[in-house]
């Protein structure tokens, strides 16, 4: 067979389909075609191979054992080539320029540990911008690419990426902050206890969330130390100052390695993970694209 003779990758991947459903309906289906053009494709097929590939009746059609040879070499090609065809469908172009984004003060840290150095490394032309803003963003007026937060409040005329795991708020103590004292059964035993205030960007002071037995109770809380970040609550709960109430996900680790303890889980309902948010109005740049897939795949590895 002369090499301009040679079949192309639409004809075998076409035989290949054929063998598979032993119907010339059934393939021109999937392959989008004619019954008759498929007939025609596989006459020209057979010429060019100098040898008959199927054997054709009125009701089915087989392969010879000339065809059933030739498929056999070419399922493993074209898996192949679907895969890689599949892998390039998926990869990100290489983006340049400035990407924005907003993210909460723990989840900043979290993207810093995680996604921020593998995404700079992978693509060197682009840079970051990461701002850690706990409140609401209004991406379109501050200039922002996207923003994350957590929860499950959309902001409107947005596209919606969520990720992660869900998570909950839960209070949490240092051992030795419980050492001699009764560790709280119910909400109720909070004010017996030191509690670390977080003060919202709003300025006032976030309200203790819980609910039992789908009935909600919110706590005022008093406490001698108010904080600003979230991550400071932490720590300040890791001293052994007192009861942090914080997002799960922040004390995931210190909780592991028992130097936090989870207080009244029955009382700490789960709520939806992360999500990013950007335009829906906009295109969607390279540089945030990428983000996106780089961030889904550390989600889809457990690191949010």
């Avoid at 070419?74 to 892998?87: E, K, N």
């Avoid at 990100?92 to 995680?114: D, H, I, N």
């Avoid at 560790?183 to 003060?199: F, G, K, N, T």
Wanted: proline content about 9%.
């Amino acid at each position: 067979m002369a090499m301009n003779e040679r079949p192309s990758l639409n004809e075998l991947a076409a035989l290949a389909s054929i063998a598979t459903h032993r119907s010339f309906r059934k393939a021109a289906d999937e392959l989008e075609l004619s019954p008759s053009t498929l007939s025609h494709m596989m006459r020209t097929l057979e010429g060019r191979m100098g040898t008959r590939l199927l054997n054709r009746t009125t009701r089915s059609v087989v392969p010879t054992d000339a065809g059933e040879r030739l498929v056999a070499s070419l399922h493993p090609i074209l898996r192949d080539l679907d895969a890689a065809l599949s892998d390039v469908a998926t990869m990100p172009e290489r983006p340049g320029g400035l990407l924005r984004l907003a993210a909460p003060e723990s989840v900043a840290m979290q993207l810093l540990q995680t996604v921020v150095p593998s995404y700079l490394a992978a693509f060197p032309e682009m840079a970051l911008d990461l701002v850690a803003e706990d409140g609401p963003v209004d991406i379109m007026g501050e200039g922002f690419d996207a923003a994350i937060r957590q929860g499950d409040i959309v902001p409107r005329d947005m596209t919606v990426v969520p990720f992660g795991s869900p998570s909950r708020m839960i209070p949490v103590a240092a051992p030795a902050y419980l050492e001699g004292r009764e560790a709280p059964q119910s909400p109720e035993d909070l004010p017996q206890h030191d509690c670390l205030r977080l003060r919202l960007a709003s300025g006032r002071v976030q309200r203790w969330e819980f609910e039992r037995h789908g009935q909600p109770l919110a706590i005022d809380i008093d406490g001698r130390l108010t904080l600003g970040r979230p991550q400071q609550l932490v720590e300040a709960a890791l001293r052994g100052l007192g009861i942090a109430y914080v997002a799960e996900r922040l004390a995931r680790a210190p909780i592991a390695e028992g130097r936090l303890l989870p207080l009244l889980p029955d009382w700490c309902p789960e709520y939806p993970g992360l999500f990013l948010y950007h335009s829906a109005r906009r295109h969607i740049p390279g540089g945030l694209r990428t983000f996106i897939y780089a961030l889904k795949t550390w989600s889809a590895r457990g690191h949010f």
